[in-house]
């Protein structure tokens, strides 16, 4: 909860910042952003860093999102007293401020040229709809349930492979033997598609009829697993309209890849391998 707090201070500083960077104290007034409402010593807080400040800190709830606009200002005098402050200190020329300083405005100029390319995006309904035809027939549209029983060693689960071909019931020695956590169901993994689970386990389940369940043990990162396949079913892709948002992002995040791509191809990159670190 304290970090919530912290963001309307780091704005208040960076609005203070930008304030005061290269304004002749002389001149307290700027077209792109009002009339000042406060002077510290000397260095203006612009009527439209008052407002920023205040969307901000409600944005965020801090003080609850009832901040008036006498608490803001309050808080961004503050601020600029204490940015003042630190450059009294020299902090400025510090390096190690100085480094983060530049990555801060580094990152700044990164999210607003992605915003801006994102922004110039328009993709039509027959993007959006090609996109879906792709999403679907990638799909797997097959729904497994199984139990299984997972143990330490290859001769235990070979001993509960005896065991059920004796008759006894997957549910009971799962629930006495497994040592996962769905144990207590009885081993009851419920609905999940191959691709959720490791390989060889998935390959496992789908190598299975409805009802069988494996006759040699089953070995994955996780130990060894006697596995039940008990039911399966297919299921329908979500409608289009469901799905239009994520698909807009998917195709965002691709065009952005590609520009990122072009850029790469355009540039000189020179990596020095003998600098990298092991």
């Known amino acids: 909860m304290h970090s919530f707090k912290l963001i309307p201070l780091a704005a208040a500083l960076a609005f203070t910042l930008s304030a005061c960077s290269g304004n002749d104290p002389e001149t307290t007034t700027d077209a792109t ?3 000042p409402v406060a002077m510290v010593n000397d260095s203006p807080i612009y009527d439209s860093d008052l407002a920023d400040f205040l969307s901000l ?6 003080h609850g999102g009832m901040q008036t606009p006498d608490m803001a200002l309050e808080e961004l005098i503050n601020m600029e007293l204490l940015r003042q402050a630190a450059l009294r200190a020299g902090l400025d020329k510090d390096p190690r401020m100085v480094r983060q300083m530049e ?6 100029l990164i999210n607003t040229q992605v915003e801006n390319f994102l922004d110039d995006l328009n993709f039509t309904e027959a993007d959006l709809r090609a996109e879906y035809d792709r999403q ?4 797997d549209t097959l729904e497994l349930r199984a139990r299984h029983i997972l143990v330490a060693t290859q001769e235990e689960a070979a001993a509960l492979i005896t065991r059920l071909e004796a008759g006894e019931d997957f549910a009971a020695l799962a629930r006495e033997y497994s040592e996962d956590g769905s144990a207590s169901a009885g081993g ?9 689970m490791v390989p060889d386990f998935s390959d496992a389940v789908l190598a299975l009829e409805n009802g069988r369940f494996t006759h040699e043990p089953v070995e994955t990162e996780f130990g060894w697993h006697v596995i039940l396949r008990e039911d399966s079913r297919d299921i ?3 409608p289009f309209a469901e799905v239009q948002e994520q698909l807009e992002q998917i195709l965002a995040r691709r065009a952005l890849q590609d520009y990122v791509e072009r ?3 355009e540039a000189r990159v020179e990596v020095r391998e003998d600098r990298l670190s092991p």
């Open 236 to 238: 329908e892709p979500p």
């Open 263 to 265: 850029l790469r191809q």
């Open 188 to 196: 009851d993994l419920g609905w999940f598609s191959a691709d959720m």
């Open 136 to 139: 679907v027939a990638d799909m």
């Open 33 to 35: 952003r009002g009339e």
């Open 103 to 108: 990555r801060m405005r580094t990152n700044l």
């Open 57 to 62: 800190s409600r944005m965020s709830g801090h």
